[in-house]
């Protein structure tokens, strides 16, 4: 799956009108994650966002692990994490994550991301929109754990 192919599928991106999604798979950049491997941990600076394309990625606020079972774990291609790369410079991590199995990801950083999604109003609304869904929809399912 290439990167255009992941953000289309991604609940995240799919609103968005093709000619959008090519410029911002023109600031993407591909990255394999080995088993265990960590991604970022609490208190690292926030500035890139992550899709995951292939494997799977577990979010915990304490000890992580490579266990695929646990409910913060980032399984579905185009789902979305480290968000708060978004908020602009100066963000930590307020939150771990690790590799649960070999893992591509697809990383942007948070500010380009952004200053695109200004030459582009409505897209950028929708995006907004539905980053505010997704966060609310993973807070509630990590909270009922």
């Given at each position: ?85 978004l908020a602009g410079e100066g963000n930590y991590r ?52």
């Amino acid at each position: 799956m290439t990167t255009s192919d992941v953000l289309s599928r991604s609940e995240l991106f799919c609103e968005l009108q093709a000619v959008v999604l090519r410029e911002i798979a023109g600031i993407c950049r591909e990255v394999k994650v080995s088993r265990g491997e960590v991604i970022f941990r609490i208190g690292d600076l926030s500035t890139d966002v992550f899709l995951l394309a292939e494997g799977s990625v577990e979010l915990g606020y304490g000890t992580i692990s490579a266990d695929e079972s646990k409910p913060g774990t980032i399984r579905e291609p185009g789902d979305f994490f480290g968000w708060g790369a978004l908020a602009g410079e100066g963000n930590y991590r307020l939150i771990n994550a690790m590799a649960v199995q070999e893992t591509r990801l697809i990383i942007v950083n948070g500010m380009e991301l952004m200053n695109l999604l200004e030459g582009h109003p409505a897209a950028g609304f929708r995006f907004i929109r539905k980053l505010l869904a997704i966060i609310l929809n993973r807070i509630v399912s990590m909270a009922a754990t």
